[in-house]
């Protein structure tokens, strides 16, 4: 199913049903939100 935080496919091992598409890496560079890469 797809909704508004990921796509959800719930199974009896994985109760929360999200896949990576979901997770993202943020951080705060000068005081604004940006999409972390790679933190090297």
Same mark, same amino acid.
């Given at each position: ?15 929360? $049903?999200?896949? *990576?598409? /979901?997770?993202? #890496?943020?951080?705060?560079?000068? $005081?604004?939100? *940006?999409? /972390?890469?790679? #933190?090297?």
């Amino acid at each position: 199913m797809v909704g508004v935080h990921g796509v959800f496919n719930m199974s009896a091992k994985d109760h929360s $049903g999200l896949d *990576e598409r /979901a997770r993202v #890496l943020l951080r705060v560079k000068n $005081g604004q939100w *940006e999409f /972390a890469q790679d #933190l090297n």
